[in-house]
């Protein structure tokens, strides 16, 4: 009442503001109407041609390294370069203008379906240019046809396209030179799993493969997948949880041409884990390069090596040839490198250390000795080897009707002379007197035809004896077999490791352990690190000191004593124990061939730290074609020692 009692006192400067507020607030009302009910259409329209899409986006896959923390798997820098279309729509219009068919015939009528395509061939001339300017540029042949540009730009216009992937330093220095100040282009960073060291370790590490699916406890639900990968074999898979880490979640605002507006991150990508095994990458790398340089009859070589610690069951390396660069799956397997993998007589994706079945051969007389002995075999009972009346330089024994070869010449043998000779007739003898009870509970307590639990993915139990089967339908050649390391009993290197370890360590069946720890790739506590036992005791071998004893200085002079079998790992100041092996097999045509050789050790006598497995497929003896691989194995792991000081191993661990 105040205002317009002045108002009527006839004050001029009061009137002039009281207008000039009414005014205001005039305009001010005639603004809001027309926001709310003149423009309410059109706002209404827009609000509704704008949608958000949401985006997965892939985490930073965790590192897999060595026990010293050497990288084994990690991720490296890859410079893509994109195109984001949103920036294009002037050029894409005055390219439309120029190809209008109006422009030169302005009666000309077209469809609708003519008008689209032809737009769409207007987008595709500017987008192709671009492309071979990029390509001139970069001095590299990029492939480009209108189908992918089509295909993008129906189902991912939101996102970038991609040109070019992968960039080379000096395609980069190029690109930043001659086009980068381009808006629509863009080289963008993203990180790309790379093994360093090629082709060594692959098995145990896998590959990947692009699976851009998301995990069981994500959302499920994304309008776009940024490129992404899943472990499919060895680390990378069994631990494809852990590496992968969680994805992320970024919302992009469109408009109702399907451009892109804006973007938000909504929920920000958490790395993955770190693996850190227990090989050790100067082990597992001398182990395949000696693997490698086998001499064989027809190369290349194909088997395994498998180096353990007996005293906690860490595998140091673990080796199986020929393999593959697991690079070669990043971005996409290309036609040419798939082709190699395919092949089924080389096999180079199988892993011959865990999957492999293989007779074990004359290394399983180690078995029958030790079930003997535990029945009461006199050790220095001797047994005279008969001389084979077709080969008089070389023993035989008949089981039944049915003669055996021996390898060993004839002569009398207690049980060290016939575990260094290798003796079928020694070991066949003791197994038809003995029976096969012992070995088969022996078998049992080493869990052979079992699984190890080894987290790879790629693994296969053998075969063993059962009670059943020598109950049905047994005879004495079966048993001979058995003795002998053949028919039915198949194993792998890593079981046979598991075995020699048994023997070194006093008897203890370990689990062996490949993984050492998983953690974040920032130290958060003790409490985020998953640890796995080392030492795990699955089972006891429950035989006597007094047959590991006998056993052992068998093992040890098949090594150091003139005429044994394996002499190739004799090193001054380091005695290897050992027992060789040579499981044979017959072909298509009936003919008995040389299939599988064997070499099974452990070192050094006093005080076992490591166990050497080496296995070859169609090598002459395990001896020659084994020992030699062994002994650079042994030689590695003593240079090992001496780089770390006296009390130093490969085994030693870092905190």
């Known amino acids: 009442m105040l205002v317009f009692d002045q108002l009527k006192k006839n004050d001029p400067h009061l009137r002039v503001l009281t207008i000039g507020v009414l005014c205001g607030l005039g305009i001010l009302l005639a603004g809001l109407w027309n926001v709310q009910v003149f423009s309410h259409g059109r706002y209404k329209e827009n609000q509704m041609a704008q949608a958000y899409r949401t985006v997965r986006i892939p985490a930073i896959r965790g590192k897999i390294v060595d026990r010293n923390g050497t990288p084994l798997a990690e991720n490296q820098p890859s410079y893509n370069l994109n195109i984001y279309l949103d920036e294009l729509r002037d050029q894409f219009k005055t390219e439309w203008r120029k190809s209008d068919p109006k422009r030169s015939d302005p009666k000309q009528k077209l469809k609708r379906s003519e008008i689209a395509s032809l737009e769409v061939a207007s987008r595709c001339r500017v987008i192709s240019n671009m492309v071979q300017h990029i390509s001139d540029v970069v001095q590299y042949p990029i492939p480009f046809t209108e189908g992918q540009f089509l295909k993008h730009y129906t189902n991912s216009l939101a996102l970038p396209m991609p040109v070019l992937l992968r960039l080379n330093p000096e395609q980069i220095a190029r690109y930043e030179e001659s086009a980068g100040n381009q808006l629509a282009l863009d080289l963008e960073i993203q990180p790309a799993r790379f093994y360093p060291n090629k082709g060594i370790g692959a098995h145990v590490l896998g590959f990947l493969l692009r699976d851009d699916s998301s995990a069981e406890d994500e959302e499920s639900f994304f309008n776009f997948r940024m490129p992404d990968y899943r472990g499919r074999v060895g680390i990378e898979g069994a631990f494809d949880v852990e590496l992968r880490g969680k994805a992320g979640i970024k919302s992009v605002l469109v408009n109702s041409l399907g451009y892109r507006q804006s973007e938000n991150i909504w929920s920000p990508a958490e790395p993955g884990k770190n693996v850190i095994l227990t090989i050790d990458l100067e082990v597992q790398k001398a182990a395949e390069i000696a693997l490698r340089g086998a001499v064989v009859a027809e190369p290349p070589v194909c088997g395994s090596a498998v180096v353990m610690d007996p005293r906690n069951g860490d595998i140091l390396a673990m080796v199986s040839v020929p393999g593959y660069d697991p690079n070669i799956f990043i971005p996409r397997i290309s036609h040419e490198d798939y082709q190699p993998l395919t092949n089924k007589v080389l096999k180079p994706q199988f892993n011959r250390a865990t999957q492999g079945n293989y007779a074990p051969g004359s290394i399983f007389k180690i078995v029958v000795g030790m079930a003997a002995l535990e029945a009461g075999l006199d050790p220095n009972e001797k ?109 792998n290197p890593l079981q046979i490791a598991v075995l020699i370890s048994s023997i070194a360590n006093g008897g203890k069946v370990l689990w062996p352990r490949l993984v050492d720890r998983v953690e974040p790739q920032e130290y958060m506590g003790e409490e985020m690190v998953t640890r796995f036992e080392a030492g795990k005791l699955r089972d006891n071998l429950g035989i006597s000191q007094r047959t590991l004893d006998i056993v052992r200085d068998a093992m040890r002079a098949d090594v150091e004593d003139e005429g044994g079998t394996g002499a190739a790992t004799r090193i001054q100041g380091f005695r290897v124990c050992a027992k060789t092996g040579t499981a044979q097999i017959k072909n298509t045509r009936g003919q008995t061939t040389d299939h599988t050789t064997w070499y099974a050790s452990y070192g050094p006598y006093e005080d076992p730290r490591y166990v050497v497995i080496v296995m070859i497929e169609g090598g002459s003896s395990g001896g020659g074609t084994c020992g030699p691989v062994a002994r650079k194995i042994y030689e590695t792991l003593i240079k090992r020692e001496t780089q770390r000081g006296p009390k130093g191993s490969v085994l030693a661990k870092k905190d």
């Open 383 to 491: 047994i005279y080897n008969q001389p084979n009346p077709r080969d008089p330089a070389h023993g035989h024994i008949m089981v039944g009707k049915h003669p055996v070869k021996d390898t060993a010449p004839p002569g009398e043998y207690n049980f060290k002379l016939a575990f260094m000779k290798s003796s079928n007739t020694y070991f066949i003898t003791q197994g038809l007197r003995y029976g096969l009870d012992g070995v088969m509970k022996l078998g049992q307590r080493l869990h052979l035809g079992e699984l190890t639990g080894l987290s790879t993915r790629q693994e296969n139990s053998g075969t063993f004896l059962s009670y059943q089967a020598v109950r049905r339908a047994w005879s004495d050649g079966d048993t001979a077999n058995v003795c002998i390391g053949q028919t039915p009993i198949e194993v």
